[in-house]
């Protein structure tokens, strides 16, 4: 990587770019994971590089659906083990799920080096995925393999960073799926049963957390967090915090202002 002296105001994002520059380099992130990456990067921008309101009530509601999940499954493509591998692994610890490598792009050298990055970080972690026998209906090709005792299986699904078309597979497959997606207005965000409009950098310790007080709440409590959960509501309010952000910022000025706060 290259070295990024922590004074530099921009510190953090020129950082996790790095982070997606050697995931490419180790074979973990598609050419396209790059421009997902910008792209969600111009979202953090705009709601203030910070985890807001609708993106908290969207985690715990997250974290109660998974914690009472039968069988809960994090998916990790090459973005996640580029960014979060660590936290991927704590966050299905904290959550007692299990972890499955499911990339769009699937090549064997892939799945190798994700798997790799990840059990840097705990040899032992058992990872599905690696030769997946089941396919999600109507996804053709490599994108729609799945291990049949991890996605097939689930009831409760976690696709960070993911595509559209494989999110609304799975919601037709009846699976309920979590997302994490700084972008609200993707598919992806539109079609999940939950999504989370942050930055996954922030989402992922988060969550974990959020697991570590919540394992203790009966099962009341956490089907009463997801009865009043509304993504459709979530998503409008985020789409309205990032207006009234953006109107502040015009009547204030951003001229020469090194910080643009919230």
């Given amino acids: 990587m290259v070295k990024i002296p922590k004074s530099h105001p921009r510190y953090w994002s020129l950082y996790y770019r790095e982070k997606i520059i050697e995931g490419m380099e180790k074979g973990m992130t598609a050419k396209a994971g790059l421009i997902a990456h910008g792209r969600g990067e111009a979202f953090d921008y705009i709601i203030g590089e910070k985890t807001i309101e609708p993106a908290e009530r969207a985690m715990k509601a997250a974290v109660a659906k998974l914690l009472l999940a039968e069988h809960p499954v994090i998916s990790v493509n090459g973005n996640v083990a580029a960014l979060v591998p660590k936290e991927t692994i704590e966050l299905a610890k904290a959550l007692n799920a299990k972890l499955e490598i ?26 599905l995925g690696i030769n997946p026998t089941k396919r999600i209906p109507g996804l053709e090709h490599e994108r729609g393999k799945v291990d049949e005792n991890g996605i097939w299986k689930a009831d409760v699904v976690v696709v ?19 997302t994490i997606d700084l972008n609200p207005l993707s598919r992806s965000a539109r079609m999940a049963d939950i999504t989370i409009v942050d930055n996954i950098v922030r989402a992922y310790p988060r969550m974990t957390e959020l697991a570590r007080e919540m394992k ?25 915090h990032m207006r ?19």
């Fill in 102 to 127: 499911n990339l769009f792009y699937r090549t064997e050298e892939r799945v190798k080096a994700i798997a790799e990055e990840l059990r840097k970080y705990d040899p032992e972690i058992e990872l």
């Fill in 160 to 178: 960070p960073l993911e595509d559209g078309d494989r999110t609304e597979a799975l919601v037709a497959m009846g699976k309920f799926v979590i």
């Fill in 216 to 240: 203790d709440y009966s099962r009341e409590e956490l089907l009463k967090i997801i009865e009043e959960y509304d993504n459709g509501k979530t998503l409008s309010d985020v789409l309205i």
């Fill in 244 to 262: 009234d952000r953006l109107t502040r910022l015009a009547e204030g000025g951003i001229w020469r202002k090194k910080e643009l706060g919230s």
